[in-house]
């Protein structure tokens, strides 16, 4: 047991080593696309940012303002951010490659403060959405605009010995996802800024536009994937932002039957009070029971949106404590076991690489299809401005409490802990936070 649990470390150790010399410029194979350069930074202007700084410690720290780099750069000026559930997978330090003082924050909509000479689709003074994802544009990927796999902007050795392939980058996300300063800063540097970044409609607030980052898209993104339609009856795990998201989306394409599970009795209430769906509280009843119930036979589609770090049971989490696995199975063996035959289930949860008790034999002999995979905002921005501009959505409900990023690591420790019914925590630049009128949201003034 002790040999085959130190050869499994020992693995992991070996593999995810930092690798520094994919910091620096490499051709991809397929499309000889350019990586971008190693950020540059002014020494002389100091910024706030949130920083990674070991298990559950965020340090608002001060540090030198980036600068455009390379040509196709532009620097934004962030004026909301926000934290991600995958955030809290870095603050739970789960996520190899995280090195402290890194930069934290993937979600944040600003003003473009500067441009390099070959930006040509947005100028300084514009109102921008800031992608998650970052894409290359050029990549046989991107051109199939498969955004998050972009073969260009992430270049990790240590991702490619772990997947076989190295997915794209992702602002403030590891060394793994490619090394790039966050977006919860006052600035952030953002490559190919004619790709990655979305000008924000005149009639949409920061608070709207913010949702197309990260949390709306992956919501749709994941009723994309599992491809639902008019009539369906889905099944979505999880009811924090990016499972609302997926609820909503979910009877905005036409599902006859939304069945929202969790297991904070809050955040269930939350989801049947916005949204009108059918809830399930699992810390009550059997999930599998429960929606036998309501949907005899199992639901056409399930969309995972919990992911890798909520083991069930002793044993599930003693074997990830052991370090004889890195991801719980338990809600994925759930819905395997509770999607209808010929059945599809969607993972927009983050999994991270291995897992053990995998239900394989359901999944083949009730002739399954499972898919999965990070945000394409690149593909859904304009729907969900038209969505939010007519009405016909508003994700504004997930912002239930504003920090100013002086108290960053307030926000990430309430999140975490689900405390006083937070669902998404807004971020807000000091000076920002100070002028705005703070008290229409709960705040920790
Ligand atoms: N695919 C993508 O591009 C993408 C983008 C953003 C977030 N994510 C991932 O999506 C997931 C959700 O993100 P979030 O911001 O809503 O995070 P979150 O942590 O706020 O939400 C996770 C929810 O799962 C619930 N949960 C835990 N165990 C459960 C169980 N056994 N059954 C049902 N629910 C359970 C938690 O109570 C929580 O409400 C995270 O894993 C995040 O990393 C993926
Ligand atoms: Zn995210
Ligand atoms: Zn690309």
New binding site residues.
């Given amino acids: 047991m002790r040999a085959i649990r130190t050869s499994i470390i020992e693995y992991f150790e070996k593999n995810l080593r930092f690798n520094k010399t994919m910091q620096s410029r490499v051709h991809t194979a397929q499309t000889r696309v350019e990586r971008p350069s190693k950020v540059k930074y002014d020494p002389e202007r100091k910024m706030t940012a949130l920083q990674f700084s070991g298990k559950d410690k965020i340090k608002v720290g001060k540090v030198p303002v980036p600068l455009v780099t390379d040509p196709t750069d532009a620097v934004i000026k962030v004026t909301a951010s926000c934290v991600?559930?995958?955030d809290?997978?870095l603050y739970h330090d789960k996520v190899p490659e995280m090195l402290d003082g890194d930069i934290m924050g993937h979600e944040s909509v600003g003003i473009v403060d500067e441009v390099g000479p070959e930006v040509k689709n947005v100028k300084k003074g514009d109102r921008v959405v800031i992608s998650?994802v970052i894409g290359c544009g050029q990549c046989d990927y991107c051109l199939r605009r498969e955004w998050?796999c972009c073969d260009t902007t992430n270049t990790s050795q240590v991702e490619t010995k772990m997947y076989g392939h190295h997915v794209s980058g992702l602002f403030g996300y590891s060394h793994l996802m490619g090394g790039y300063d966050g977006c919860q800063a006052e600035y952030v540097r953002v490559p190919f800024a004619d790709v990655n970044l979305f000008s924000i409609p005149s009639v949409l607030t920061d608070k709207q536009a913010l949702c197309v980052a990260?949390?709306a898209s992956?919501g749709y993104?994941g009723t994309e994937l599992a491809d639902v339609k008019e009539g369906d009856k889905v099944v979505i795990?999880?009811?924090?932002?990016?499972?609302l998201m997926a609820q909503m989306w979910s009877k905005f394409r036409g599902a006859s039957r939304v069945i929202a599970?969790?297991?904070?009795a809050q955040?269930v209430e939350y989801a049947k009070k916005q949204l009108g769906v059918e809830v399930v509280n699992?810390n009550e009843e059997g999930?599998l029971e429960a929606v036998e119930k309501l949907i005899p036979g199992g639901p056409d589609k399930i969309i995972e949106?919990?992911?890798?770090?909520?083991p069930?049971g002793f044993f599930e989490k003693l074997e990830l404590k052991l370090k004889l696995a890195t991801d719980a199975s338990?809600?994925v063996n759930l819905a395997i076991k509770m999607v209808r035959k010929n059945g599809k289930i969607t993972l927009?949860?983050?999994y991270l690489a291995y897992t053990n008790h995998f239900n394989i034999g359901a999944m083949m002999e009730k002739h399954l299809t499972m898919n999965?995979?990070?945000?394409w905002p690149h593909n859904y921005y304009k729907k969900i401005f038209a969505a939010m501009e007519t009405g016909k959505v508003d994700p504004t409900f997930v912002w239930t409490h504003t920090f100013p990023f002086s108290k960053g690591d307030e926000a990430y420790k309430m999140?975490d802990k689900?405390e006083d019914g937070i669902i998404?925590p807004l971020l807000l630049p000091d000076s920002i936070y100070n002028q705005s009128n703070a008290g229409m949201d709960k705040t920790t003034q």
Avoid: E, M, N, Y
């Avoid at 795990?237 to 499972?243: D, K, Y």
């Avoid at 949106?305 to 909520?310: A, D, L, P, T, Y």
């Fill in positions: 991600c559930g995958s809290l997978h998650s998050s990260d949390l992956t993104h795990f999880g009811c924090g932002p990016v499972g599970i969790d297991v904070d955040r699992a999930p949106c919990v992911g890798f770090r909520f069930q338990s809600v927009i949860g983050d999965g995979g990070a945000v999140f689900h998404k």
